[in-house]
Structure formats: structure tokens, C-alpha cells
């Protein structure tokens, strides 16, 4: 018995560390864009309890994605395989697409619901630091949600519609990745991104469109400092051919409305993508 699930991924273009005691109360609030581009999850039981993960063909340690199959508290070993649209490490949400894709299809085969696999992979994801209010934006059924309640989604945190559609974004990628956890791990820089992220998130969500959801994430990586000199440059350099453009939160890489020929034309060394929001629902199918 097999399960598979698509899981969407999700560029963060504003947000905003929110930190508890209770992990089903930290999270984040921002908002940014739920991607046709994710995480495709094969699953199946095992006859012993091991966990064996692949992603992208390759055996993999795959700590966050193992702490939420832990997690779950299913006496069964699984085998799953992951493969990703987009790289990871770069703003995608690939460690909670990934995890979470992984989480619903061993829930649906172990019977268990959805908001097992939903807590499990919030906590493992705000546990060990792949990311802290993804899931929330995933979880929700909008092409650009705005995360206006921090926490797990349907167990505590809370989305909107901004009511904003994106069709053929253009995304580009620089070699290095950029971790996560150091950044939001880091006292100084959490509290830098909360004061930052406060004013862009006013802004934005008194005012939400497509102008501002650029406009508010340019200031906001700005004033965090977070930019490399390729993303601040590359943004620089659509902004004089008269495209806007954002960076991922938090990659190495960039979101823009410029097409992809223009985009290949101008970053001729990069790897290039082109998604559009998605608001389609995540489903679960089974095989024999």
C-alpha cells in the first residue's frame, strides 16, 4: 500500500518571528505566495520499524522530516520519497513541503488524521529550525495568504486571503543557499525582523496589492540586511528594465514579475523557474 500527495511550496515575502513557550503558539505572521511548485511525497509501509527517506533519488538524514514521522507515534517503519520542484535552502519552504507531504501520506496510511501530521511537522519544523510559519500558509486554500495568527494551522494559527492572484512568476536562484536556522535562531536578528517586519506588515495589509506586496518586501529586506550582493543587484538591475522583484525569505534567490526569457537573458548563470500562486487543496491518493 502506497500513499502520494502534492504539498505546494511558499515564499515568504514579509514575516514576522513569534516566539512561546508552547511550540503550538510560536510561528510567525507575515504573508507571502503558495507555489504550483512543491513537493511530490511517495509513502509506504515498511514490514519493521525503520524510516528510510530519499529526496531527489538520494538517501538522506532528512532530520526535520524524521522528527515529525517520529513524531506521529506509529509503531511501522516507512519508506519515503520526496522529490522537489525547486532547491532547497533557497526561500522555498521545502523543509516544511517536504515534511508535511511526508506527514499527511504516513497519517493516511496509519490512520490517522490530518492534524496529526499538521502538529508534527509544526513542531519539528519550529523544533530544529527549517522554518516557523510555512506550513500556516501551505496548510491554507489561498494563492497569497497573509498569516495574521501565529501557530500550527486549524490547531491554533490563522490565515487570510489577501485576495491577490500571481501568474507566471519568474524565479531566480544563486549558487549559495542561505540557512534558516541561524538566522532565526539568532536573538538579535529575531528582533530586528519583528521591528522591520511589523511596519511592512501594516503597510501591506492595509493596502494589499500587487504594487505593495513588491514595495513592502523591497523595504523589508532592506532594513533587515539580509540581502547578498547578488539578490541586491539582481533586484536592482529588473528594477531599471522596469519588472518588480522581491527576495525570498530567506534565500539566496529572488521572486518577479518579469518573463522568463528576460529573466534567462539577464541571469544567464542562474537556475530559473517560473510558478504561479496556487489555491488548489492538498490531497492525499492511495495505491495498491
Not at 497569497?144 to 536562484?173: C, F, N, Y
Request: aromatic share 6%; net charge negative.
Amino acid at each position: 500500500m502506497k500513499a502520494e500527495a502534492f504539498v505546494p511550496g511558499h515564499i515568504s515575502c514579509v514575516f514576522r518571528p513569534v516566539r512561546a513557550v508552547n511550540v503550538m503558539e510560536t510561528g510567525s505572521l507575515g504573508y507571502g505566495i503558495r507555489m504550483d511548485l512543491g513537493c511530490r511525497a511517495k509513502v509506504s509501509l515498511r514490514n519493521d520499524k525503520d524510516i528510510v527517506i530519499t529526496v531527489n533519488g538520494e538517501v538522506s538524514d532528512a532530520p526535520v522530516t524524521r522528527f515529525a514521522i517520529e513524531k506521529l507515534g506509529v509503531c511501522r517503519g516507512f519508506d519515503i520519497s520526496l522529490e522537489h520542484d525547486l532547491p532547497m535552502e533557497q526561500g522555498f519552504g521545502t523543509s516544511a513541503s517536504g515534511t508535511y507531504a511526508a506527514a499527511v501520506c504516513a497519517c493516511d496510511l496509519a490512520g490517522k488524521d490530518r492534524i496529526s501530521a499538521i502538529k508534527a511537522t509544526h513542531e519539528a519544523e519550529c523544533t530544529l529550525g527549517g522554518g516557523l510559519g510555512d506550513l500556516l500558509a501551505i496548510e491554507s486554500r489561498f494563492g497569497v495568504p497573509m498569516r495574521v495568527r501565529a501557530g500550527p494551522p486549524v490547531v491554533r494559527g490563522w490565515t487570510e486571503d489577501s485576495g491577490l492572484q500571481l501568474k507566471d512568476l519568474s524565479l531566480i536562484v544563486f549558487n549559495e543557499p542561505l540557512s534558516t536556522a541561524p538566522i532565526i535562531n539568532d536573538d538579535y536578528m529575531s528582533r530586528k525582523i519583528a521591528q522591520a517586519g511589523d511596519a511592512a506588515l501594516r503597510s501591506f495589509y492595509g493596502n494589499p496589492t500587487v504594487d505593495s506586496l513588491f514595495s513592502c518586501a523591497n523595504t523589508f529586506s532592506q532594513e533587515i540586511g539580509l540581502e547578498s550582493d547578488e539578490v541586491s543587484s539582481g533586484i536592482s538591475k529588473l528594477r531599471d528594465k522596469g519588472y518588480r522583484a522581491g527576495m525570498c525569505m530567506l534565500g539566496n534567490s529572488i521572486y518577479t514579475d518579469a518573463p522568463k526569457d528576460k529573466v534567462s537573458e539577464l541571469f544567464p548563470d542562474c537556475r530559473t523557474y517560473t510558478c504561479s500562486s496556487f489555491s488548489g487543496p492538498i490531497k492525499v491518493t492511495r495505491k495498491e
